[in-house]
């Protein structure tokens, strides 16, 4: 009982394609059918009902394509659309909190976690809401890191003034003696070295796309849902708007050549 349909995977515009990575280097011979909502971006300063409103587009545009599963690679939609997406769609759903959640209650020893995130994640509490529910014997300190974004899109992976941003943002976290560091935006990851120099080796970074990825495989696993092609998958590319230095930015996340990238109109997802 193999299932070769496509995984839908979408976020609010770039930084899910490192979720794609991720999945991509699990399962790869995976279809997948990425949405990308670059004409929107970004989802982490829009109202709760908007992501919500967005996020319910991006699914029907989804499953237009017949996918069997769809990861939500946006941690701003998983921190508010969850609920309703799993209410109203009969596909089963991968959102990035619960997964990065887990790993991080896994890695911890000193039970303090911290979470990076966009403003809407942060102010939604979402991933130490989620901890809390698992284990209420946790300290969870969270911080908002807006600027990681255009820093990693800018490709400043490496750069003086990213050091400088990371310190300021990063020292209200390493003060309160964490131990594990939850990237809670798929954009964080690209930034992972420059991160892990200025919190120190003894904090692990839980890269919410990876955790994620792994419960992409266990789901498909035991729901005997794997795709059984012994072949590399189909990979496609949808997005709303393909902005300046998009594919630059694209293949920098992917760490390869982008192909079979398509832009779709945005009232097309309106109208449904």
Not at 11 to 40: C, H, M, P, W
Not at 62 to 72: A, F, G, R, S, T
């Amino acid at each position: 009982m193999a299932d070769n349909r496509a995984i839908g995977i979408f976020d609010s515009g770039i930084g899910g394609l490192t979720v794609v990575k991720r999945v991509e280097q699990l399962l790869s011979g995976e279809d997948i059918i990425y949405f990308g909502d670059t004409a929107r971006v970004p989802y982490g300063t829009k109202s709760n009902s908007t992501v919500i409103e967005y996020s319910i587009q991006n699914t029907i545009y989804l499953m237009q394509k017949n996918v069997k599963m769809i990861v939500v690679a946006c941690n701003t939609a998983s921190s508010v659309a969850m609920d309703t997406l799993r209410k109203y769609f009969n596909v089963p759903f991968i959102s990035m909190i619960e997964p990065g959640s887990d790993f991080a209650l896994r890695e911890t020893k000193n039970r303090r976690i911290g979470v990076v995130g966009t403003n809407a994640t942060i102010n939604n509490k979402a991933y130490s809401k989620d901890l809390l529910k698992k284990n209420g014997d946790l300290y969870v300190v969270e911080k908002s890191c807006p600027l990681f974004v255009p820093l990693a899109e800018e490709g400043w992976l490496d750069h003086n003034a990213t050091e400088i941003i990371a310190k300021e943002y990063l020292s209200k976290l390493t003060e309160k003696d964490i131990d594990t560091l939850i990237l809670g935006c798929t954009h964080y990851p690209v930034l992972t070295e420059i991160i892990q120099r200025v919190v120190g080796e003894n904090v692990k970074l839980i890269d919410s796309g990876f955790a994620s990825s792994h419960k992409v495989k266990e789901y498909l696993t035991t729901h005997d849902m794997l795709n059984e092609k012994a072949v590399n998958g189909k990979h496609d590319f949808f997005v709303s708007d393909v902005p300046s230095k998009f594919k630059e930015i694209a293949e920098r996340f992917l760490g390869r050549e982008v192909e079979n990238l398509q832009k779709i109109d945005v009232e097309h997802l309106v109208r449904h």
